[in-house]
C-alpha cells in the first residue's frame, strides 16, 4: 500500500511538473505577445514582462488602417465561404465512402490522402501561373479554390469516420419509413453526423484562416490578401519605427475569431449523441 | 391491410452467393407468418426483399395483388421494426412516431392524433416528449412498434424485434405482439430465430435453410408432421432423437429395439428392406411402469441405465447412451445440428434424451425400464432426409433437403 501510494505520489509530481512545463513553454510567447501589444513604440526595447505603461494605441492604430482591417475581413470571408464548401462536399463524398461499394473507392481514398500530404511550396509556382492566366490570381476565387482543395481530404477523412459509427439500420429505417436518400441523408444522417462537420470546419476553418504561403504568393494588393499575409507588409505609424508594436496587436486580434469560433462550437463537439438510436 | 405472394423470389449476390432460392409462399391477408432458421438461412434478406432494401434477383413479389418488384420502400406501404430498433437518436419519441407521416406530408393535426393513439395503445404517452437514449429496452421497443402502428400500413415486417430483451420481458412482449396483430387484423411477416417465438407466434411457420423452403406450416403441424430430418431437428427443445434403423418384415429395427410401425411408414415399408434414421422426440418416452398396459402393444419396452436425470419440477429428463449407430450418418447429423446452431440437434454422440413424468420413481444410474411410444416414430431417408410418415414431403419440387450436400 505505502509503496504504491508513493508511486502514485511520484507519478503525479511527475505529471505536473511536465504538464506545467509544457503550460509554460506555450503560454510565455502568447504573453509576451499580448503584453508588447500593450507596450508604447518607445517601451517596446524595455526588458520587463508587463508594460509599465499600458496603451491601447497598436490597436487602434492597425484598426483604423485599411492595410489590416481590410485583410482581416478577406480572411473571414475567405475563410467562411471555403470552410463551407469544404465541408458541404466533404460530407457527400464522407458519405459514399462510408456506405457505397463503388468502383475507384480507394484509389479515390489515396488520392484523398496524397492531396492533403502534398507539399504546398511546390504547388504555388504552378499555381501561381495557373491563376495569373485563368484571371483568379488577387481574388477571392484565387483562395478560396486551394484552400477547398486542401481542406477536402481532412474534412472527408473526419466526416468518414463519424458516418461509419452511424448504425446503418437507421438508414433503412427511414426508408421504410417514407424517405427518400436525399431525406435520409438531411433528415437522419447528417443530423446525427452535425458533431463530424463541426469538427471539421473547425480544421479547415483554422487551416485557412492560418495559412501564409498561399496567401502571400496568390494576392498582390488588399482586395484579396488575408491577415497573416498582411502582417508582413506592416509598416510602422512611421517610416522610421519598427512595427513590432502593431505586429503583436494584429497577432491578437486575428487570434480572436479563432477562440471564438472553437469555443462556440466546442460544446457540439460531444461524442455519444448517437446513443439511444440502436440496441445492442 | 394486404396479402403479400413471394412468387419463386430468388436472391443472387453479385459475387454468385444464392441467398434465397426460389421461395414461394402466399401471406393471406390477416395473416402473422413466422420466418425462422439459422443464421444465413436467408431469412433477414427475405425480409430486406418485402421492404425493398434489397433488389429481387428473380421471380416476383405481389403486395395486395400488385407487382412490387421495382418499387421503393415507400412506394410499398410497408412497416418494419428492426432487432436494433433503429430509432432515431436525434428526435423525440413523439417525433419517431410521426416521421413516416410527416415524410408523407400528413397534416399535423392527423399527426398528433395517430401518435397519441398509438402512444395510448402503448403505454408511452408519459414518454412522448423524451429522446430514446432515455428510455428503457423495452420502451424503446415499444416506440419501434409504435412508430410501425401509426402508418396503418399495408404490412408490417418484423425482423427479430424481440431478441434484445430480456428473457421476462421478451415473453411479455411477445404476447403484445400477438394481441396487436390480432387487434389490427395486420398481415405480419415475423422473422426470428428463436423457435420458442415461432411456434407461439405465428398462424403458420416457414422454415428456411441455406435459403431454401423447406415447410411452410401451422406450428403444430410442423411439430407433429415435419417434412424431413431438418425440420425435425430444428423444431422443438430438447432436441428430437435421432438414431438409424431398418426397415424390413414389417417393424422397424433400431437400437432400441424392434419397433411396430403405423399408418403410412407401414405402407412404404412394405416392398423392400431399408436403412432409415428414426427420430424419437423425448416427450414420446415414458417410464414403462406408469404406461398403462392397454397402451404398452403401441410401443416397445426397454432397459437403459440412466447417466443424468434432471428434474425440471413438472417433467424430467433422462439421459441415458445407446449403441445408437449414429455412425452410419454422422455427417449428415454433424451438417444438421450446426445448419440448425444447436448443439443439441442431432449431436454426433449417442446420448439420447426422455422427457418422464415427474412422478416417476426412476433414479440417477438406475437401470430402467423405458417405454418409447411408436405411434410417434418419425421416419427419415437417410439419402434425402424425406420423412417418409409424410405424404406430401414440403413445398413442390424443393421441399426435401439433401443432407450430404
Same mark, same amino acid.
Given at each position: 500500500?505505502?509503496?504504491?501510494?508513493?508511486?502514485?505520489?511520484?507519478?503525479?509530481?511527475?505529471?505536473?511538473?511536465?504538464?506545467?512545463?509544457?503550460i509554460v513553454i506555450v503560454a510565455i510567447p502568447l504573453l509576451w505577445i499580448v503584453s508588447l501589444s500593450f507596450k508604447t513604440p518607445a517601451a517596446i526595447t524595455d526588458p520587463s514582462f508587463w508594460p509599465a505603461q499600458w496603451t491601447w494605441g497598436n490597436y487602434s492604430g492597425i484598426l483604423t488602417t485599411a492595410t489590416f482591417v481590410r485583410p482581416l475581413l478577406n480572411s473571414i470571408g475567405i475563410g467562411l465561404i471555403a470552410t463551407f464548401i469544404a465541408v458541404a462536399f466533404a460530407s457527400m463524398a464522407?458519405? &459514399?465512402?462510408?456506405?457505397? @461499394? +463503388?468502383?475507384?473507392?480507394?484509389?479515390?481514398? %489515396?488520392?484523398a490522402?496524397?492531396v492533403s500530404i502534398f507539399p504546398q511550396i511546390s504547388l504555388v509556382t504552378p499555381l501561381y501561373n495557373i491563376e495569373r492566366v485563368l484571371k483568379l490570381f488577387n481574388t477571392w476565387p484565387g483562395l478560396i479554390l486551394p484552400y477547398v482543395a486542401f481542406g477536402l481530404p481532412m474534412a472527408v477523412y473526419i466526416l468518414?469516420?463519424?458516418?461509419?459509427?452511424?448504425?446503418?439500420?437507421?438508414?433503412?429505417?427511414?426508408?421504410?419509413?417514407? &424517405?427518400?436518400?436525399?431525406? @435520409? +441523408?438531411?433528415?437522419?444522417?447528417?443530423?446525427? %453526423?452535425a458533431p463530424g462537420m463541426v469538427t471539421s470546419a473547425i480544421l479547415v476553418f483554422m487551416f485557412c484562416w492560418n495559412e501564409f504561403l498561399f496567401a502571400i504568393s496568390l494576392t498582390s494588393t488588399l482586395g484579396a490578401r488575408t491577415a497573416p499575409a498582411a502582417l508582413a507588409f506592416f509598416s510602422g505609424s512611421s517610416q522610421f519605427t519598427t512595427p513590432t508594436g502593431p505586429i503583436a496587436a494584429a497577432a491578437v486580434v486575428i487570434t480572436i475569431p479563432i477562440i471564438i469560433f472553437v469555443s462556440v462550437f466546442q460544446r457540439r463537439i460531444?461524442?455519444?449523441?448517437?446513443?439511444?438510436?440502436?440496441?445492442? | 391491410?394486404?396479402?403479400?405472394?413471394?412468387?419463386?423470389?430468388?436472391?443472387?449476390?453479385?459475387?454468385?452467393?444464392?441467398?434465397?432460392?426460389?421461395?414461394?409462399?402466399?401471406?393471406?391477408?390477416?395473416?402473422?407468418?413466422?420466418?425462422?432458421?439459422?443464421?444465413?438461412?436467408?431469412?433477414?434478406?427475405?425480409?430486406?426483399?418485402?421492404?425493398?432494401?434489397?433488389?429481387?434477383?428473380?421471380?416476383?413479389?405481389?403486395?395486395?395483388?400488385?407487382?412490387?418488384?421495382?418499387?421503393?420502400?415507400?412506394?410499398?406501404?410497408?412497416?418494419?421494426?428492426?432487432?436494433?430498433?433503429?430509432?432515431?437518436?436525434?428526435?423525440?419519441?413523439?417525433?419517431?412516431?410521426?416521421?413516416?407521416?410527416?415524410?408523407?406530408?400528413?397534416?399535423?393535426?392527423?399527426?398528433?392524433?395517430?401518435?397519441?393513439?398509438?402512444?395510448?395503445?402503448?403505454?408511452?404517452?408519459?414518454?412522448?416528449?423524451?429522446?430514446?437514449?432515455?428510455?428503457?429496452?423495452?420502451?424503446?421497443?415499444?416506440?419501434?412498434?409504435?412508430?410501425?402502428?401509426?402508418?396503418?400500413?399495408?404490412?408490417?415486417?418484423?425482423?427479430?424485434?424481440?431478441?434484445?430483451?430480456?428473457?421476462?420481458?421478451?415473453?411479455?412482449?411477445?404476447?403484445?405482439?400477438?394481441?396487436?396483430?390480432?387487434?389490427?387484423?395486420?398481415?405480419?411477416?415475423?422473422?426470428?430465430?428463436?423457435?420458442?417465438?415461432?411456434?407461439?407466434?405465428?398462424?403458420?411457420?416457414?422454415?428456411?435453410?441455406?435459403?431454401?423452403?423447406?415447410?411452410?406450416?401451422?406450428?403444430?403441424?410442423?411439430?407433429?408432421?415435419?417434412?424431413?430430418?431438418?425440420?425435425?431437428?430444428?423444431?422443438?427443445?430438447?432436441?428430437?432423437?435421432?438414431?438409424?434403423?431398418?426397415?424390413?418384415?414389417?417393424?422397424?429395427?433400431?437400437?432400441?429395439?424392434?419397433?411396430?410401425?403405423?399408418?403410412?411408414?407401414?405402407?412404404?415399408?412394405?416392398?423392400?428392406?431399408?436403412?432409415?434414421?428414426?427420430?424419437?422426440?423425448?416427450?414420446?418416452?415414458?417410464?414403462?411402469?406408469?404406461?398403462?398396459?392397454?397402451?404398452?402393444?403401441?410401443?416397445?419396452?426397454?432397459?437403459?441405465?440412466?447417466?443424468?436425470?434432471?428434474?425440471?419440477?413438472?417433467?424430467?429428463?433422462?439421459?441415458?447412451?445407446?449403441?445408437?449407430?449414429?455412425?452410419?450418418?454422422?455427417?449428415?447429423?454433424?451438417?444438421?445440428?450446426?445448419?440448425?446452431?444447436?448443439?443439441?440437434?442431432?449431436?454426433?454422440?449417442?446420448?439420447?434424451?426422455?422427457?418422464?413424468?415427474?412422478?416417476?420413481?426412476?433414479?440417477?444410474?438406475?437401470?430402467?425400464?423405458?417405454?418409447?411410444?411408436?405411434?410417434?416414430?418419425?421416419?427419415?431417408?437417410?439419402?434425402?432426409?424425406?420423412?417418409?410418415?409424410?405424404?406430401?414431403?414440403?413445398?413442390?419440387?424443393?421441399?426435401?433437403?439433401?443432407?450430404?450436400?
Amino acid at each position: 500500500m505505502a509503496a504504491a501510494a508513493t508511486t502514485t505520489t511520484r507519478q503525479k509530481v511527475g505529471w505536473g511538473a511536465g504538464n506545467t512545463a509544457a503550460i509554460v513553454i506555450v503560454a510565455i510567447p502568447l504573453l509576451w505577445i499580448v503584453s508588447l501589444s500593450f507596450k508604447t513604440p518607445a517601451a517596446i526595447t524595455d526588458p520587463s514582462f508587463w508594460p509599465a505603461q499600458w496603451t491601447w494605441g497598436n490597436y487602434s492604430g492597425i484598426l483604423t488602417t485599411a492595410t489590416f482591417v481590410r485583410p482581416l475581413l478577406n480572411s473571414i470571408g475567405i475563410g467562411l465561404i471555403a470552410t463551407f464548401i469544404a465541408v458541404a462536399f466533404a460530407s457527400m463524398a464522407a458519405y &459514399a465512402v462510408a456506405r457505397l @461499394a +463503388f468502383p475507384g473507392k480507394r484509389l479515390l481514398v %489515396a488520392g484523398a490522402l496524397l492531396v492533403s500530404i502534398f507539399p504546398q511550396i511546390s504547388l504555388v509556382t504552378p499555381l501561381y501561373n495557373i491563376e495569373r492566366v485563368l484571371k483568379l490570381f488577387n481574388t477571392w476565387p484565387g483562395l478560396i479554390l486551394p484552400y477547398v482543395a486542401f481542406g477536402l481530404p481532412m474534412a472527408v477523412y473526419i466526416l468518414a469516420a463519424f458516418f461509419q459509427q452511424i448504425p446503418w439500420q437507421l438508414e433503412k429505417a427511414a426508408k421504410v419509413d417514407g &424517405a427518400t436518400p436525399w431525406q @435520409a +441523408f438531411t433528415k437522419v444522417i447528417a443530423p446525427l %453526423a452535425a458533431p463530424g462537420m463541426v469538427t471539421s470546419a473547425i480544421l479547415v476553418f483554422m487551416f485557412c484562416w492560418n495559412e501564409f504561403l498561399f496567401a502571400i504568393s496568390l494576392t498582390s494588393t488588399l482586395g484579396a490578401r488575408t491577415a497573416p499575409a498582411a502582417l508582413a507588409f506592416f509598416s510602422g505609424s512611421s517610416q522610421f519605427t519598427t512595427p513590432t508594436g502593431p505586429i503583436a496587436a494584429a497577432a491578437v486580434v486575428i487570434t480572436i475569431p479563432i477562440i471564438i469560433f472553437v469555443s462556440v462550437f466546442q460544446r457540439r463537439i460531444v461524442s455519444g449523441l448517437t446513443s439511444g438510436a440502436v440496441k445492442g | 391491410m394486404a396479402d403479400i405472394v413471394l412468387d419463386q423470389v430468388t436472391k443472387r449476390y453479385p459475387d454468385g452467393t444464392l441467398a434465397v432460392d426460389k421461395l414461394s409462399l402466399d401471406i393471406a391477408d390477416g395473416e402473422l407468418v413466422i420466418l425462422v432458421g439459422p443464421s444465413g438461412c436467408g431469412k433477414s434478406t427475405t425480409l430486406n426483399m418485402l421492404a425493398g432494401l434489397e433488389d429481387i434477383t428473380e421471380g416476383e413479389l405481389r403486395i395486395g395483388g400488385k407487382v412490387v418488384n421495382d418499387k421503393t420502400p415507400r412506394d410499398r406501404d410497408i412497416a418494419m421494426v428492426f432487432q436494433s430498433y433503429a430509432l432515431y437518436p436525434h428526435m423525440t419519441v413523439r417525433e419517431n412516431m410521426g416521421f413516416a407521416l410527416k415524410l408523407a406530408k400528413t397534416p399535423k393535426g392527423i399527426i398528433n392524433q395517430k401518435v397519441t393513439e398509438a402512444a395510448e395503445s402503448l403505454g408511452l404517452t408519459d414518454l412522448l416528449d423524451r429522446k430514446p437514449a432515455n428510455l428503457s429496452g423495452g420502451q424503446q421497443q415499444r416506440v419501434a412498434m409504435g412508430r410501425a402502428i401509426v402508418r396503418d400500413p399495408a404490412a408490417f415486417l418484423m425482423d427479430e424485434p424481440l431478441s434484445n430483451l430480456d428473457a421476462k420481458l421478451r415473453v411479455q412482449m411477445r404476447l403484445e405482439v400477438a394481441k396487436l396483430q390480432k387487434r389490427l387484423g395486420a398481415t405480419m411477416v415475423y422473422v426470428t430465430h428463436d423457435q420458442t417465438e415461432a411456434m407461439t407466434l405465428g398462424d403458420r411457420v416457414a422454415i428456411l435453410r441455406a435459403g431454401v423452403l423447406q415447410q411452410a406450416a401451422p406450428p403444430q403441424e410442423l411439430y407433429d408432421r415435419p417434412v424431413n430430418l431438418f425440420v425435425a431437428g430444428f423444431i422443438g427443445s430438447p432436441a428430437m432423437n435421432f438414431m438409424s434403423g431398418t426397415l424390413a418384415g414389417g417393424s422397424l429395427r433400431t437400437a432400441l429395439g424392434d419397433m411396430p410401425v403405423f399408418g403410412r411408414v407401414r405402407q412404404e415399408l412394405s416392398t423392400t428392406s431399408q436403412d432409415v434414421i428414426v427420430g424419437i422426440r423425448p416427450e414420446n418416452f415414458q417410464d414403462a411402469a406408469l404406461v398403462p398396459a392397454d397402451l404398452r402393444p403401441n410401443g416397445i419396452t426397454f432397459q437403459a441405465t440412466i447417466d443424468v436425470l434432471e428434474s425440471l419440477g413438472a417433467e424430467k429428463y433422462a439421459y441415458f447412451t445407446k449403441d445408437l449407430g449414429k455412425a452410419k450418418f454422422v455427417a449428415e447429423l454433424e451438417e444438421l445440428a450446426r445448419d440448425a446452431g444447436r448443439a443439441d440437434a442431432g449431436a454426433s454422440d449417442e446420448t439420447v434424451v426422455a422427457r418422464l413424468d415427474s412422478s416417476t420413481r426412476i433414479s440417477e444410474g438406475d437401470n430402467a425400464q423405458l417405454w418409447a411410444d411408436a405411434r410417434w416414430l418419425h421416419v427419415f431417408d437417410p439419402a434425402t432426409g424425406r420423412n417418409l410418415a409424410v405424404a406430401d414431403a414440403g413445398a413442390p419440387g424443393h421441399g426435401a433437403t439433401t443432407p450430404s450436400g
